[in-house]
């Protein structure tokens, strides 16, 4: 790409400035769109964004979040996660892990890396399932799987409202690079395992994050119920209570 600056005055002999752009795997796909383009980033350094997003009208908003999944999946659906997940993530200690790893998941390598079965931010509500003949590529399927689910506007205002912040904790905020992550190794926050055009993770841009971040907070959520405590037992009932309990072997369960 180059760039001519034509500067006032007939001495003046204009600046011109060279750059090369390129991209990383996936560089083709005719029939697939990615999440964040230059145009994007163009536009994050403009001008009046906070206005623009504040513009939009709730219908054209929530198009706007749709079409941003849709992109998102097909961006996923290009990717070979199971070899970049292998190389890509990074090792996990503290909270990151999870107190008791997923019970029969089999995301087992890298030892405790991201997306691995002792990832804290995994949802144990999705078992994957070995390698097979079958299925050789079973983190890039679910992967896709559950990105294609969310493209249905109804579907994610329901993962929104069951669980309020899913998303917050899951996607990335702009630029930010948390503590181990470089350009070669990163968290499963999404979008995981890839580069941003400064070496670091890939990020959305600042007004799509706000933009998105915005819409979320309008989604009705789920308020449950608390649950009023019981009577307390009195000291025979509770003797009694565990005396049965010992019968039936579960001991000392309360």
Do not use: C
């Amino acid at each position: 790409m180059t760039v001519t600056l034509a500067l006032p005055g007939k001495r003046q002999s204009p600046r011109v400035a060279h750059a090369n752009i390129f991209v990383g795997p996936p560089d083709f796909g005719p029939d697939r769109r990615p999440f964040l383009s230059l145009a994007d980033e163009l536009q994050d350094r403009g001008s009046g964004t906070a206005e623009r997003n504040a513009a939009l009208s709730k219908p054209h908003r929530e198009l706007w979040v749709l079409d941003l999944f849709e992109r998102i999946y097909e961006t996923v659906s290009l990717l070979n996660l199971d070899q970049i997940q292998s190389t890509g993530a990074l090792r996990l200690t503290g909270r990151r892990l999870r107190a008791k790893p997923i019970a029969g998941d089999q995301v087992l390598k890298p030892h405790k890396h991201a997306m691995t079965k002792w990832d804290a931010l995994r949802n144990n509500a999705y078992k994957i399932p070995s390698s097979s003949g079958e299925e050789p590529l079973p983190l890039s399927e679910q992967a896709r799987s559950r990105h294609l689910s969310i493209q249905d506007i109804d579907a994610l205002k329901e993962l929104i409202a069951e669980h309020p912040d899913r998303l917050e904790k899951l996607i990335r905020q702009p630029f930010e690079v948390e503590r181990g992550e470089d350009g070669n190794v990163t968290t499963m926050r999404m979008p995981p395992f890839m580069r941003n055009s400064n070496a670091y993770p890939l990020t959305l841009s600042t007004w799509q994050y706000d933009l998105l971040m915005d819409w979320v907070k309008s989604v009705p959520t789920r308020r449950r119920p608390s649950r009023a405590a019981g009577p307390k037992l009195s000291p025979e009932a509770d003797k009694r209570r565990r005396r049965v309990l010992a019968r039936l072997g579960r001991g000392k369960q309360r």
